[in-house]
């Protein structure tokens, strides 16, 4: 079972999360709300896990079908519930941008398996009521 440690290391609100094999993470609140800005905001947080999952299972299977991928880089949005507490991620929206000798078919493909059946950070924010979409842009490699 994956552990985490989180230990308080800059004013009220800033913390690293250290994982069992050392990886570090900051986060901290907003200003506005008594952090330093020393780290990520936790729920930006769960953005960076969906694009780092999703973008894990694109490129394992694009890398099957032999596709070429020079470069890689996704954009991530979203808009939260208004007047709630908690207030969850509502829209999610997606941009897949792939650089290289890579069959657009085959990464939309990639993507619709990704967000639909691969990515457990994908099924979690659905659950919990998140709309996600997305788009697939493949350029030729730089």
Request: proline share 4%; glycine share 8%; hydrophobic share 40%.
């Amino acid at each position: 079972m994956p552990k985490i440690e989180l230990s308080r290391v800059k004013g009220d609100f800033g913390f690293e999360a250290t994982d069992e094999n050392g990886h570090v993470v900051r986060m901290d609140s907003s200003p506005e709300s008594g952090g330093w800005d020393f780290g990520v905001r936790p729920m930006q947080m769960l953005l960076m896990g969906l694009a780092g999952c999703s973008a894990i299972d694109v490129l394992a299977i694009l890398k099957k079908q032999r596709q070429d991928v020079k470069e890689y880089k996704m954009i991530v949005n979203g808009e939260r519930e208004k007047g709630k507490e908690p207030s969850l991620w509502q829209d999610i929206s997606l941009e897949f941008h792939l650089y290289g000798d890579v069959d657009k078919d085959k990464a939309v493909k990639a993507v619709e398996l990704s967000i639909n059946k691969y990515c457990s950070v994908s099924a979690t924010l659905e659950k919990a009521g998140a709309e996600i979409t997305w788009k697939v842009f493949v350029h030729p490699a730089r």
